[in-house]
């Protein structure tokens, strides 16, 4: 990818760009607390290398954007959601990245956070003291629906 001509694949990308965070999550952890010594000191020495490709990818990523003009829309943080309805697609947010976006969003108690087969991380959350089941779109569009 060093080399590669722009553009690249934006899907191919997002793939690159999910891929990366979730090994970064899963050799942090298992660095951790990992149960055999073996693949723990493994994941400590590994974590460093994944960290710099997951950086590279961003880069990347940040290049395709300015190339094609293409952003991830800001999640207003007022009490109006960006789209009367989440939008189906490739997300390569994180699981930490959309509790961030939904508390952003003025959310509190963002929890059990699961992202579905289409794309959308869904939850549950708390705003002006209603329970909420929330989601988040791969635009980062926050949507939310009293339970």
Do not use: C
């Not at 891929?19 to 055999?36: I, M, P």
């Not at 940040?62 to 009367?84: E, F, L, R, S, W």
């Amino acid at each position: 990818l060093k080399n590669a001509q722009a553009p690249i694949d934006p899907a191919y990308v997002d793939m690159q760009r999910k891929a990366h965070a979730d090994a970064v999550k899963l050799f942090e952890t298992y660095a951790s607390g990992g149960d055999n010594a073996g693949l723990k000191t493994f994941a400590q020495q590994t974590v460093d290398t994944l960290k710099t490709h997951q950086q590279m990818i961003e880069k990347i990523a940040a290049g395709q954007d300015a190339i094609t003009g293409a952003t991830t829309p800001a999640v207003k943080t007022d009490n109006t959601p960006n789209a009367a309805a989440l939008v189906p697609g490739a997300n390569s947010f994180t699981e930490a990245q959309a509790k961030s976006r939904i508390e952003g969003a003025g959310y509190t108690n963002v929890s059990k956070l699961t992202k579905d087969d289409q794309g959308i991380w869904r939850g549950h959350a708390t705003k002006a003291g209603e329970g909420l089941a929330v989601g988040l779109d791969y635009q980062g569009n926050v949507v939310a629906a009293s339970k």
